[in-house]
């Protein structure tokens, strides 16, 4: 599904991804762990695309090189990105939005457009998943929504799009445990055998809900340890010294 | 070879025909005293006239030769509405439809409506002829413009249309037009005003003048579309009088047009004055559009709100001066004024001036203005989302556009005004 390859980034001549190796294979789940400022979320933003940074080294996705796609191709392409702050758009309804997503999607796919019925009908069902109020449909992009509801609307969004890579920035910040669960279990619903996930988090606790296939510590931009879903439990009990520390011996 | 001024004056007196005559010479004196205005003038310090005052256009286009087909084919949501097309600055009565003119609205030509008393009461008594070049040639000029009565409270419920048209095929032509709303005691209307050319490839100037009374208790939305050929030349000038307790909604959206000058005036002369002045408009190429907005506070208890909103690309300009007085004796006056802009390209140009003039002490003004670029983070927010680059930028700008094009209370010209500002906005943003 995806190789990253010796990944490095740079923003403002600050180097953030000092060479990162990592792979992924169909279906697999893995968790990103680390301190702050190891570089969690520029690995999100750099593989989703956004233009920022200074890219080098080489991703391939299912055959394709991803650096040089853009964000809306990644996306046509299966990838998605769970933002850990989600965009409020004014004026532009849920729905509207989500419509011209799904087609764009579609159309660049070889599929025809999916008429009104259809795509009322399958959003239904995908807010029945992350137990979203359909009310939210007609309001204006994540606009005045709660922290929690931001985040529902971001695996809804990710339950519309049916992506193959999926990656969840900080999903779990700025959520009470029953958000939190709504949002796991919507995310677990969506697990398959093809379907993969990149879940980065700075805590222990998401992944008693979404249960990872490994765990991977990311540290000063580079992947410093990686291991079973138990290595997430060890970094929970004994923070990230003892890494720190492996990595300057 | 005569300059232009003097051009205009000679036209003048070539065409004997007048249904005011004191008024039109009057207005033609004034013209002649003020000549066109320069740049030194504060209101035309960023908009040059230069390509519109050194066209000889012709005065004299042949009457009704827009057919209703052709009108419904431009604007095919007014059939069956009350439809009133003013061609060449004249009523084309063949291609309007007054077949179902409700009751309390009467809808006559200047000249019909001459000896009516609110026409001699109201008639040229709120548009600026002594200090506005352009508005003392509409008086001048205009000899067959629209009258639009609305009886004391009558309530006519579904809008009004008129489809102002300048009709000349080949021939660079100006037209004045001129229209007069007066609005009785407690009544409500809808006008909904859409200026449109005949033909994409002439070089025109209207010049209009629009007068609006609102009388005590009565509420006017006046909608407005100017989507005149590239090549045109607008130059429309809204003056309008509220009375105690009356409430009155403009909406202007300005696309088409080489040159697209906006005056919008309203004085708030009674207790209790609601306004609300919304505006959009949307320049590419080498557009440029201007909305000078005076409201004038001279009573107390008035609330006048305005948002105008600008989306400009390519290498055109946008110009926008907004005015609030606030006269002594209207305390208690809550005066609200906002102007957004979102330039496309670097070559795109805005001025923005908001003035406050407060000589009341118990007021709340707020004013401001803001010019940026489309926000990096929607986009990209979309664009992670599938949805091509070019789209997403037209979505977030239709958005911003949505915020004024709201405020159309009549759902049918709302959705296609929005059809039309979703296809400029696709025109300029690339």
């Known amino acids: 599904m995806l190789e990253i390859r010796n990944l490095t980034a740079s923003v403002e001549g600050k180097q953030i991804l000092k060479g990162l190796n990592l792979k992924i294979g169909n279906g697999e789940v893995h968790a990103i762990m680390g301190p702050n400022g190891s570089g969690k ?149 969506l697990r398959n055998n093809e379907r993969s996930f990149i879940v980065i988090t700075h805590y222990q606790r998401l992944l008693d809900y979404i249960v990872p296939d490994f765990v991977h510590v990311l540290y000063n931009g580079r992947i410093v340890k990686s291991g079973p879903k138990e290595l997430a439990m060890e970094l929970e009990e004994k923070g990230y010294d003892w890494i720190k520390e492996e990595v300057a011996a | 070879m005569a300059t232009t001024v003097e051009n205009y004056l000679e036209k003048y007196s070539a065409n004997q025909q007048r249904e005011f005559p004191l008024l039109q010479d009057k207005a033609l004196a004034h013209f002649s005293r003020m000549g066109f205005p320069t740049s ?87 548009a600026d002829v002594q200090d506005d070049a352009f508005s003392a040639l509409n008086t001048a000029f205009a000899n067959d413009g629209l009258v639009l009565l609305i009886d004391s409270k009558a309530v006519i419920e579904k809008p009004v249309y008129v489809v102002q048209v300048l009709s000349s095929d080949n021939v660079a032509a100006i037209a004045h037009n001129r229209i007069l709303v007066v609005a009785g005691k407690n009544s409500e209307a809808k006008i909904s005003h859409l200026a449109v050319s005949k033909n994409e490839n002439t070089e025109t100037f209207s010049n209009t003048i629009i007068e609006v009374f609102v009388d005590e208790n009565a509420s006017v939305e006046y909608d407005l579309l100017q989507d005149e050929n590239e090549k045109s030349f607008q130059i429309c000038g809204t003056h309008v009088y509220q009375s105690a307790n009356s409430r009155f909604s403009i909406n202007t959206v300005a696309l088409g047009g080489s040159i697209l000058k906006n005056k919008l005036h309203i004085k708030l002369d009674g207790l209790n004055c609601e306004t609300h002045m919304h505006g959009l408009y949307v320049a590419g190429g080498s557009q440029l559009i201007d909305n ?139």
Request: charge should be negative; aromatic fraction near 8%; charged fraction near 25%.
């Open chain 2, 292 to 430: 000078h907005t005076a409201v004038y506070h001279s009573r107390p208890h008035c609330n006048s709100n305005e948002l105008y909103k600008g989306i400009i690309g390519g290498k055109a300009h946008g110009v926008f001066n907004g005015k609030i007085f606030v006269e002594k004796d209207a305390q208690k006056t809550n005066a609200y004024q906002s102007n957004k802009n979102i330039l496309l390209s670097n070559d795109a140009v805005v001025n923005a001036k908001p003035q406050l003039e407060i000589f009341a002490d118990d007021v709340k003004c707020t004013h401001g203005a803001t010019t940026g670029q489309m926000d990096d983070e929607s986009l990209f927010y979309l664009r992670s989302r599938g949805i091509n680059e070019n789209d997403a930028k037209a979505m977030l700008n239709l958005a911003f556009a949505n915020d004024i094009l709201n405020n159309i209370t009549v759902e049918d010209l709302r959705n296609y005004i929005s059809g039309l500002v979703e296809a400029k906005l696709k025109a300029v943003a690339y």
């Open chain 2, 40 to 126: 030194k003038n504060e209101e035309w310090k960023y908009t040059g006239i230069a390509p519109i005052i050194s066209k000889d256009f012709s005065f004299s286009i042949p009457d009704n030769k827009c057919s209703a087909e052709e009108i419904l084919q431009r604007v095919p949501f007014v059939q069956g509405s009350v439809l009133i097309v003013l061609e060449n600055g004249k009523i084309n009565h063949e291609a309007s439809d007054l077949s179902s003119i409700p009751a309390g609205l009467v809808i006559k030509t200047l000249g019909e409506a001459k000896n009516i008393v609110d026409v001699k009461t109201h008639y040229n008594r709120y």
């Open chain 1, 41 to 189: 979320s520029t690995l999100a933003s750099v593989l989703a695309g956004r233009e920022d940074y200074e890219v080098g080294g080489e991703v391939t996705y299912n055959g394709k090189n991803l650096l040089e796609l853009s964000p809306e191709e990644r996306a046509q392409a299966g990838m998605f990105l769970a933002f850990q702050y989600p965009v409020e758009i004014a004026g532009v309804s849920n729905a509207t939005f989500l419509k011209q997503a799904v087609n764009s999607i579609r159309l660049a796919n070889g599929k025809e457009k999916m008429d009104s019925k259809d795509f009322l009908k399958l959003m239904k069902e995908k807010m029945a998943l992350v137990e979203m109020d359909k009310t939210m449909t007609q309001r204006s992009v994540n606009e005045g929504f709660s922290g929690g509801e931001k985040k529902r609307n971001e695996i809804f969004q990710m339950a519309m799009l049916e992506p193959k890579l999926c990656v969840l920035d900080e999903t779990d910040s700025g959520l009470d445990i029953d958000a939190l669960k709504i949002v796991s279990n919507g995310v677990n619903a």
